[in-house]
């Protein structure tokens, strides 16, 4: 069986509000094995991001626990951020003074790897993602496919084990998101990564090995 | 270079852009608080060292007195010469008289100097005439005196003593003591300007009947600015003496000068604090302005201390080139300090009181590193913690929380 690169049991989650505390997460579990893909749908305000945030050591649950690959063992994420996974985000997060280069250096850099060997592998997976030529363009210069495919780099560029993925075609049109959507599952697939897909598409939802949907606070089948 | 730095100078200078506004609005902020704190302090410590130098050339680096005239005066001057910080000693008299000239007249401060000294320092003010035709005939004016007299170079004036006065009580004639004025002093102390008359000590003895004694000692030092201290150690051995140094002879003029200096150093010091205060206020609008992108950075792995280095980093750079660029624009406006004094003079039609009032040729100047130093240091102090501040905000919040806001 494949190893289990991430763990949460018994997540809980409430943000404050006037009325009081309102629950958006009860009572999360989800195993996730290297190679398997994830895809958790849900409607607007199901609490789908805070879900991934708190599976990636963004946020802290009010109750139970996470445990993400890193290092050899299971350790909680954030203790880990930027090492034991990989985040994609919607609006790409990149730094908008930096080139495609150097945003994916810069998750190296951060973990403390030498620049030159953060530029080479940022380069290298400029590459991967079929960017190499527009390694030197700012973000302001590259299209949102662009734009999707230099944070793809950035996630990978530490090597984690989990890639967290969210609504990472939203704000691209449907030929982009189809290229983009690809190019994610193509990777984490050669990589023997592990996925979890935050969408609300249901055709690229489909294409995940396990598809689950958030709801009420709980995680179930879809 | 760490990736904080790299990533703060890429953020203040952003590649692409021709103008990168927020830098230069806030370096010209700081250099331009740093020059006028820095042209101030230079300009009046100028005014200050420019005061203290006529004190003691008019003064005197310390003066040697008694509450009787010295007896042996001679004997004095040449024991003081030996002293290893004693560059000259010279004996002086000095003494009010009434000064006239057929219906005008005036009082005089009449001092008895010794004509061949080349160290006089009166030498270096005279206005008009030469130092050097005076003699036991002719007499120096001061300028404010001279015109009280209206008298010129080569007038005829005359001078009563307070010796004639006593004179006349013993029933004998008093005869006033003829002079021709040889030249004009003008040393930019009113008091000195309105009533200096000098002549040679030899001729103040005669008519103040002093015989060969005198009123005092005038001491040059090699190192004036220790006048206090060597005045102290000068000191022991004669209790009927008292030295007095230049410091002394002015206390209340240098303490005036001095508030002034500390008053003008708390203004600025208020308007670098302000200008510190809007690179604050800019900064804080920066970083909430990037607040997304401190969310991702933190998710990426940043830590609090490289997320504060960011843009407390800004801050410092910000500090460092406005201070540099501040310190050259004192160099400039320093440079060109007079051309701009005449400008403001032609626009608002004053004359120059520079000359005028103070009796100087072109505005003072003293560079005091220190007052650079602390400048340097206060600056950058304050602009690190300008961007410190919201730095330490933005870092002591939730990844998640920061990537919510807009």
């Known amino acids: 069986m494949p190893e289990l690169v991430l763990q949460a049991k018994g997540l809980a989650k409430a943000f404050a509000a006037p009325a009081g505390p309102l629950p958006v997460l009860t009572a999360v579990s989800l195993e996730v094995r290297a190679g398997e893909s994830v895809s958790i749908r849900g409607s607007s305000g199901s609490g789908k991001t805070t879900l991934l945030q708190l599976l990636g050591g963004l946020d802290l649950p009010d109750a139970g626990e996470v445990r993400v690959a890193c290092d050899g063992g299971l350790v909680a994420p954030r203790s880990r951020l930027g090492r034991g996974v990989g985040f994609v985000f919607q609006n790409y997060q990149l730094m908008p003074e930096l080139t495609a280069l150097e945003n994916v250096a810069l998750a190296a850099r951060i973990v403390g790897v030498p620049a030159a060997a953060a530029t080479a592998a940022a380069r290298e997976l400029l590459g991967l993602v079929g960017l190499a030529a527009r390694a030197d363009h700012l973000p302001s210069r590259l299209s949102g496919g662009e734009c999707q495919r230099v944070a793809l780099a950035r996630a990978l560029v530490n090597r984690p084990a989990v890639l967290l993925a969210d609504e990472p075609t939203g704000n691209l049109d449907e030929r982009t998101a189809e290229e983009i959507m690809r190019l994610l599952l193509d990777i984490v697939a050669a990589r023997g990564l592990a996925l979890v897909l935050v969408t609300h598409s249901r055709e690229f939802a489909e294409r995940a090995s396990r598809r689950l949907v958030l709801s009420g606070g709980v995680l179930s089948p879809a | ?406």
């Not at chain 2, 608080?33 to 003064?59: D, W």
């Not at chain 2, 005669?206 to 000191?235: D, Q, S, T």
């Not at chain 2, 604090?273 to 809007?278: G, T």
């Not at chain 2, 072109?362 to 730095?391: E, K, Q």
């Open chain 2, 1 to 406: 270079m760490p990736w904080f730095l790299h990533l703060a100078l890429r953020q203040l200078f952003p590649p692409g852009k021709r103008f990168p506004a927020f830098a230069t609005v806030s370096i010209l902020g700081v250099a331009l608080g740093v020059a006028t704190l820095l042209v101030v302090q230079t300009v009046m410590n100028g005014f200050g060292e420019e005061h203290r130098k006529r004190i003691r050339e008019s003064f005197g680096d310390c003066q040697v007195v008694a509450d009787r005239p010295l007896a042996r005066p001679d004997e004095l001057v040449a024991q003081l010469r030996r002293a290893p910080e004693v560059a000259s000693a010279t004996a002086y008299a000095e003494g009010p008289a009434l000064a006239r000239r057929g219906d005008f007249s005036g009082v005089a401060a009449v001092r008895g100097i010794d004509p061949t000294d080349p160290a006089q320092p009166a030498r270096r003010y005279i206005h008009g005439g030469s130092f050097d035709d005076l003699d036991d005939g002719r007499v120096i004016l001061g300028l404010g005196l001279a015109q009280q007299l209206r008298v010129r170079i080569g007038d005829k004036i005359e001078l009563w003593s307070p010796a004639m006065a006593e004179r006349a009580e013993k029933g004998k004639a008093p005869l006033p003591a003829e002079f021709e004025v040889c030249a004009i002093l003008r040393t930019g102390f009113t008091e000195v300007d309105n009533a200096a008359a000098l002549i040679p000590l030899r001729r103040f003895r005669e008519i103040w009947n002093l015989g060969p004694r005198a009123h005092g000692v005038i001491l040059r030092l090699k190192e004036p600015a220790r006048a206090e201290e060597i005045a102290g150690r000068l000191n022991v051995g004669h209790p009927d003496l008292v030295f007095r140094p230049w410091q002394a002879i002015k206390r209340n003029f240098l303490e005036a000068i001095r508030f002034e200096k500390t008053m003008l150093f708390f203004l600025m010091f208020i308007i670098t604090l302000v200008a510190s205060f809007s690179i604050g206020s800019t900064l804080f609008s920066a970083v909430i302005r990037r607040s997304r992108e401190v969310g991702v950075l933190a998710a990426l792995g940043a830590g609090r201390g490289a997320l504060l280095a960011l843009f407390g980093l800004q801050g410092l750079l910000i500090g460092a080139l406005g201070t540099g660029l501040g310190f050259l624009l004192t160099g400039g406006i320093l440079c060109f300090r007079d051309d701009i004094l005449r400008a403001i003079n032609a626009v608002f039609g004053d004359g120059d009181m520079v000359a005028s009032v103070y009796q100087f040729a072109n505005i003072p100047l003293h560079y005091d590193p220190a007052d650079f130093v602390a400048a340097g240091v206060f600056t950058l102090l304050v602009t690190t913690l300008a961007g410190f501040v919201p730095a330490l905000w933005a870092a002591g919040r939730k990844p998640s929380e920061a990537m919510r806001d807009a």
